[in-house]
């Protein structure tokens, strides 16, 4: 296959990709979260490289799946790639995903992953995604998901998640 | 290190998550109150990640090719190689998180080095992963010690029982046979020896916040890593394994 087609097929595999959600977060693909590594071209078919967010989440098999049902409309022999290396982080996911994020109730990762305060909610201000507030307090490192710590806003009382900055 | 050396590095690494992430799914319903329900099954879930990972890599290497599934469900006590303090039943939420606590000190310090390691690269990217989730379960494990300790005097003496009851499984973490001398020969696993001076330090600086003590006198206990186990391990087992062996091969 000459450059040209496979280059073809590699951008039509991706805009297949753009439909494919994150099935715990299903208002963000999982290019948005950035799982979705690369897509490439390798022995006459394309190869999907996703990474997991963390070492046990469930949603990652869900994600190969679905991405690879999507994928096959257009390159029926498409393959999925895990890679584990460099390890998933929230310094990938952008700006404008985090205000995705924050629309949707969820309070987004704050800051960089490499600034440690951040990592178990000491010392650091998390805003209330309904309310706006600042007065917010971590009830727990754990949630719902692997990816998100439980918090409650002190003004508006409501319950909420923060996306764990990792 | 010889490939066989190598597997068993690998199951040893596999087995000691597989073990304590089946403890903490126990507490899945019953733990005594809602937020630590979801923290230790949060814990055990990631654990279970590593566990496969490392587990895969082993399935794969000498002898003939086992899944990871194969290897969690069909082999019998005598051939795991985790710690005897990862089998160690539940007991109180204290035992529990007590037992979290030395096991996270030592998992952080170790699996940094993993990590940072460039000998396998494979074992590097797993352990670079797992580093973000252990700072984490580190952290909750470290807190609890601290409440638990400085709390009224029934918590307090009940996390010092647990503490007495599990340093008799502490050393065999540092413990070096052939396996782990070639592996810190080979560059995988970093010095024991050093390893348990830092977690020593590690420990001790929560303990004594705590306002703990480490007991004294502790007869030792070994024998994990060679699949000699309490038997603990197989009653959990027989609730672990029982559906893929009474219906091999099952699928969803």
Known sequence: MINSESHKLVEAVKRQLNDVMDPELPFLTIGEMGMLRDVYFSNGHSVIVLTPTYSGCPATDIISEDSLKAARIVDPNAEIKISMSPAWTTDWISDETRKKMEANGIAPPIGQSHDRSFLTGDGKTVPCPLCKSSKTKMISAFGSTACKASYTCIDCMEPFEHFKCI | ?252
């Open chain 2, 1 to 252: 290190m010889s490939e066989l050396q190598l597997k068993e590095l690998l199951l040893r690494l596999g087995d000691d998550c597989l073990v304590l992430a089946q403890r903490l799914g126990e507490w899945c319903g019953h733990a005594p109150i809602l937020e630590e329900d979801i923290a230790l099954t949060n814990i055990s879930l990631d654990l279970l990640g590593r566990a496969q990972n490392f587990l895969k890599m082993a399935g794969k290497l000498h002898d003939q090719v086992k899944s990871d599934d194969d290897l969690a469900f069909h082999r019998d006590p005598e051939g795991y190689r985790n710690l005897l303090l990862l089998e160690q039943p539940n007991g109180h939420f204290g035992d529990t998180i007590c037992r979290q606590f030395l096991f996270d000190q030592y998992s952080l310090i170790v699996t940094k080095h993993l990590a940072s390691q460039t000998i396998n690269e494979e074992i590097s990217a797993i352990a670079s992963k797992a580093i973000k989730e252990i700072r984490y379960h580190a952290d909750h494990s470290s807190k609890w010690m601290l409440r638990l300790g400085g709390g009224t005097a029934e918590s307090h003496e009940k996390i010092q029982n647990s503490l007495n009851n599990l340093w008799a499984f502490s050393d065999e973490m540092f413990e070096v046979d052939e396996v782990h001398s070639a592996a810190i020969d080979g560059g995988i696993l970093p010095d024991l020896q050093i390893v348990k001076s830092q977690w020593l330090e590690g420990v001790m600086s929560i303990i004594t916040e705590a306002g703990l003590e480490i007991p004294t006198g502790v007869d030792m206990k070994f024998g994990g890593r060679k699949g000699e186990h309490t038997p603990h391990l197989k009653e959990m087992l027989e609730v672990m394994q029982i559906l893929p062996r009474t219906y091999p091969g099952t699928t969803w």
